[in-house]
């Protein structure tokens, strides 16, 4: 893996997360926050948890600080969802270009205290994990927002290259 693989699945995953917040915008503020079904209920929650969670790996990897796991209740309304996403697109894209290939070989030891897990992994397996808990979670929401009545349209790989290919 390098920093130009991770780079690529980085611009996906904000591409895929650009394209879900464009449906996100049509649910009112009852459906973005009503719990509806799966492992964080509602449309909101899955968000903050994905932003939260690719904080925390980016912390563990040597980013900046993201503190405290972030909690979907600070989060009342979509605009303040779009800005942190925001600002964390922007930590994780300056620490990319930060990075050399060599620096994702170093090993981490890292701990996530709400599950008791602790283990080892480079930096590349940390952001590599992050970016793809992020489209396991994205898809979650694509089916929560389906649930609530509207079609989130396709986020998948295929298209974003397709898309790539097309604007160069």
Do not use: C
Request: hydrophobic share 40%; net charge neutral; glycine share 8%.
């Amino acid at each position: 893996m390098t920093v130009a693989d991770l780079t690529t699945l980085y611009d996906y995953s904000y591409w895929a997360n650009r394209r879900l917040l464009a449906v996100v915008t049509s649910l009112t503020a009852d459906e973005f926050t009503r719990k509806v079904a799966g492992s964080w209920q509602s449309v909101r929650n899955t968000l903050v948890h994905m932003m939260s969670a690719e904080g925390g790996w980016l912390e563990r990897a040597g980013g900046p600080t993201r503190g405290p796991a972030l909690k979907p209740d600070d989060f009342a309304t979509f605009g303040a969802v779009t800005s942190n996403w925001a600002v964390q697109e922007g930590r994780m894209r300056a620490f990319l270009q930060s990075l050399t290939d060599a620096d994702l070989q170093r090993s981490l030891e890292f701990t996530i205290p709400p599950l008791s897990l602790t283990g080892m992994l480079s930096v590349g397996e940390m952001l590599h994990h992050a970016v793809t808990h992020n489209s396991h979670h994205r898809a979650q929401a694509a089916l929560l927002i389906r649930e609530l009545g509207y079609a989130p349209g396709n986020v998948d790989l295929l298209f974003y290259y397709a898309e790539r290919r097309t604007l160069a």
